[in-house]
């Protein structure tokens, strides 16, 4: 059954669904979504991501990793946790780099937190020389220190939308119109109660967004740090404010396309609300680091540098895919001020790379 099937089946059951489970439907959950059953990324895919552009990134990432480690006493052993390796074009880029420290290196055990059965494929290619271990979510970790790193992780879990309307909130859903789905307003759920400060200025007919499972998330692993150590570094695309508007976007072959009519088939995000995550993982005990624009996270670890040692040993092709794969990572019309980094780290860590 694929997912548009499970979620007409769903709705003409029980009534209209909200947002966050539209999104669940189609992405995760019931063995049909979007993510279980492909690999989207890449130029032949529906999407390309920071890693995919350039080596630069996970390297840079990789040196993050070491020097936070390192900052922790070097804890023997370690946790080097992903969530949501993709290909694990990342990861590989990571380790390759932090081969400048190879008690890191042996000192870690990798864990990757994965749902998709293709992509589990391409990382056990990529990453098996290092015996990872797979989890379908956070809760089956391990305990101990852990360096947990997610890049486009957070925008992928669901949201509830909530539109402001004269009688005050109401919350979007989807709901059956003749073959296809059509948006709809509902009673809003309880999660109107997550609504942000900002959120209450949103004027009749604004939308406001929130992400329980991204809060979730973000005060377990603030928790989880401040209790046993070291840090979670998040790096997605959002505003460093709350902020009222509809981020709900479906991508299909690189182009935007209708989300109710590519259920399954095109990727759902939303822009994450990186300082509700902050504030979970404050309140649950752990430091918080930014966000800073990706612009100044990748420039404050010296991209430019190793763009130039790169370059110097290219020939004239590969230099000039070096100086466009560096401008679109930290261009501020590119990635570079959309995309934002937060780190999430034992209280001990008053300073991280990255974050001047
Ligand atoms: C946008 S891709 C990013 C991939 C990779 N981090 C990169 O930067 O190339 C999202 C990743 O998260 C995984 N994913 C999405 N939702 C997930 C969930 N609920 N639990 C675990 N993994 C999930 C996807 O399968 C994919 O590996």
């Known amino acids: ?134 989890h379908d979510d956070t809760t089956t970790l391990p305990d101990g220190p852990a360096l947990i790193v997610g890049n486009e992780f957070l925008d992928a879990l669901p949201i509830h939308q909530f539109q402001m309307t004269e009688q005050g909130w109401r919350e979007r859903g989807v709901d059956l119109a003749g073959d296809g789905l059509s948006w709809t307003l509902m009673s809003p759920g309880a999660q109107t109660g997550l609504l942000q400060p900002a959120h209450r200025r949103a004027k009749p007919g604004e939308m406001a967004e929130v992400c329980p499972a991204a809060l979730s998330l973000g005060g377990a692993l603030g928790a989880r740090v401040a209790e046993d150590g070291i840090a979670t570094l998040f790096i997605d695309y959002g505003p460093a404010a709350s902020a009222v508007g509809d981020s709900l976007q479906a991508v299909k072959a690189h182009r935007f396309c209708d989300p109710l009519t590519e259920v399954g088939a095109a990727d759902l995000t939303a822009h994450v609300d990186f300082a509700a995550v902050a504030h979970a993982a404050r309140e649950a005990g752990a430091r918080v680091h930014g966000a800073v624009a990706q612009a100044t996270f990748l420039e404050t670890l010296g991209i430019r540098t190793r763009a130039a040692l790169l370059s110097a040993k290219a020939n004239e092709e590969d230099r000039v895919a070096i100086a466009q794969a560096m401008t679109r990572l930290i261009d501020p019309r590119q990635m570079g001020s959309l995309f934002k980094v937060l780190a999430i780290s034992h209280p001990i860590l008053h300073e991280l790379a990255g974050f001047p």
């Open 1 to 134: 059954m694929t997912a548009l099937d499970l979620l007409k089946r769903r709705i003409a059951a029980s009534g209209p669904v909200t947002v966050a489970e539209f999104m669940r439907l189609s992405l995760a959950g019931e063995g049909a979504g979007y993510y279980e059953t492909r690999d989207p990324l890449g130029r032949a895919g529906d999407f390309v991501t920071a890693p995919e552009i350039s080596q630069m990134f996970g390297e840079l990432i990789g040196l993050w990793c070491v020097d936070a480690w390192e900052r922790t006493g070097a804890p023997d052993p370690f946790l080097l946790v992903e969530l949501g390796p993709g290909r694990g074009t990342l990861m590989a880029d990571a380790l390759r780099a932090a081969k400048v420290r190879p008690a890191f290196l042996s000192a870690m055990r990798l864990h990757l937190v994965e749902i998709s059965r293709p992509l589990r494929d391409a990382q056990e290619q990529r990453l098996g020389a290092f015996h990872p271990l797979w």
